[in-house]
C-alpha cells in the first residue's frame, strides 16, 4: 500500500491555480442621507440591494503585488496602490500576516464613479479572493470587519442580497423578505459623478433651504419589500442624494422622465449618481425600457438587471 501525499509545512496554503470572483454593483433602495458627524461623514439610513452587472476580479499566485484591468474604465483608473482592489490586498495581508503577493486582473463592468458602487465591489472581490488565494479562510463576517476600513459599502458587497445600512452606511444587517427577483434597467450615463462632492452639495441645498425633506425611515420601504408587488415597491423607493446628483448633472431630470414615460414603475438616482435605476414589472418592461432608453438618447447605454444577487462569491 503506498502512503498518502501530505502537504507539509513548507507547502503553500491555498490554491495553486488562479481564483476567479464575481461580484456585483449595489444600488440604494432607499437612501437617507442624515447629518454631518464630526468625522466627516454623514449618517445614513439606507437599503442596499445587489444586482446582476458583476466586475469580476481573478487571483493567481505572483512574487509581488499587480494589478491589470479590461473594460468600463480602463486607461481612467489607476492600478497602483490607490486602487482599492490593491487595498483591499494590502489590508487582508495585514490582518492574517502573509505576504501580499498575488497578480489580479480585474474584467469591469460596472461604470466609474457611476453611484453603483463599482470600487468598493472590486475591494470586497479582492478580499475574498485573496482568501481563497492565500489559504488565510476568514469568515465573512471577518472580512466585512476589515472591508469596513476600506470603504462604507464594502461590507455589504461581501454580504449581497438586500440589507439595511447604518452608520456611515458600514454596519449591515440583511433584510429577511420573501424570496422575490425585481426587475430593473440601469441607464449609464457618460462620465462619473464624485461621491464627495454630492455630499457637499447636498449640505449646501439644505443649508439654502432648497433640497426636500429627508426621507427618513426605511419603515415603509421594508414594509414594501414584504409584499411582492413591485408596484407598492416602486412608491417607496427614494433617494436624499437625488437633489444633489440633479444640481450637479441636470440632465438626469430628463433621464429620470424618458424611463417613466417608457413604462418603468419608478425611476431614482442611484447613490450619488448619475446611473438612474428604473423599476420594472417584469423582465420583458425591463427589456422595452432599456430599448425606449437607449432609442431617446438620454443615456450612454441601458442595461437590464435583476435583484437581490449574492454578494462576492468565487466562481
Ligand atoms: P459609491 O456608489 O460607493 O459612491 P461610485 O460607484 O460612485 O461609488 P466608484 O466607481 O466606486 O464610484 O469609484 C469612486 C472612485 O474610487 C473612483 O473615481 C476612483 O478614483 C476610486 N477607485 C479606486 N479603486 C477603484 C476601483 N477598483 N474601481 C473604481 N473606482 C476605484
Not at 498518502?4 to 461580484?23: F, I, L, N
Not at 461590507?155 to 424570496?179: D, H, K, N
Not at 418603468?264 to 418592461?285: E, K, N
Request: glycine fraction near 12%; charge should be negative; charged fraction near 20%.
Amino acid at each position: 500500500m503506498t502512503e498518502a501525499w501530505r502537504p507539509d509545512d513548507d507547502e503553500p496554503r491555498g490554491a495553486s491555480g488562479p481564483v476567479r470572483v464575481r461580484v456585483p454593483a449595489k444600488v440604494n433602495l432607499h437612501l437617507g442621507v442624515g447629518p454631518l458627524r464630526r468625522d466627516g461623514y454623514h449618517e445614513l439610513n439606507t437599503v442596499y440591494h445587489a444586482i446582476s452587472i458583476y466586475d469580476e476580479l481573478t487571483a493567481r499566485r505572483g512574487d509581488t503585488l499587480t494589478l491589470t484591468m479590461e473594460g468600463e474604465g480602463t486607461g481612467e483608473l489607476a492600478l497602483d496602490d490607490s486602487n482599492l482592489a490593491i487595498r483591499a490586498a494590502h489590508a487582508l495581508a495585514g490582518y492574517a500576516g502573509v505576504m501580499p503577493h498575488a497578480r489580479l486582473h480585474l474584467r469591469k463592468q460596472i461604470p466609474l464613479a457611476g453611484g453603483l458602487a463599482g470600487g468598493s465591489a472590486d475591494a470586497a472581490a479582492a478580499l475574498v479572493a485573496c482568501d481563497a488565494l492565500w489559504g488565510t479562510g476568514l469568515s465573512r463576517d471577518e472580512l466585512a470587519g476589515i472591508a469596513a476600513d476600506l470603504g462604507s459599502d464594502v461590507p455589504f458587497l461581501i454580504y449581497g442580497g438586500t440589507a439595511l445600512g447604518t452608520g456611515r452606511g458600514e454596519a449591515v444587517s440583511p433584510v429577511l423578505a420573501r424570496p422575490t427577483s425585481w426587475h430593473w434597467v440601469l441607464a449609464f450615463a457618460d462620465g462619473g459623478l464624485s461621491t464627495p462632492q454630492a455630499y457637499r452639495e447636498l449640505d449646501r441645498l439644505r443649508e439654502t433651504g432648497s433640497a426636500g425633506a429627508p426621507l427618513g425611515s426605511t419603515d415603509g420601504l421594508l414594509a414594501a419589500l414584504r409584499q411582492r408587488d413591485p408596484r407598492v415597491l416602486a412608491a417607496t423607493l427614494g433617494n436624499d442624494l437625488q437633489d444633489a446628483a440633479l444640481a450637479m448633472r441636470p440632465s438626469l431630470a430628463a433621464t429620470l422622465k424618458a424611463g417613466e414615460a417608457a413604462g418603468a414603475l419608478a425611476g431614482v438616482v442611484s447613490g450619488s449618481g448619475p446611473t438612474c435605476v428604473f423599476l420594472t414589472a417584469d423582465a420583458a418592461d425591463a427589456e422595452r425600457v432599456a430599448a425606449e432608453l437607449e432609442a431617446a438618447g438620454v443615456c450612454r447605454q441601458a442595461r437590464t438587471a435583476h435583484g437581490p444577487v449574492h454578494g462576492a462569491r468565487v466562481t
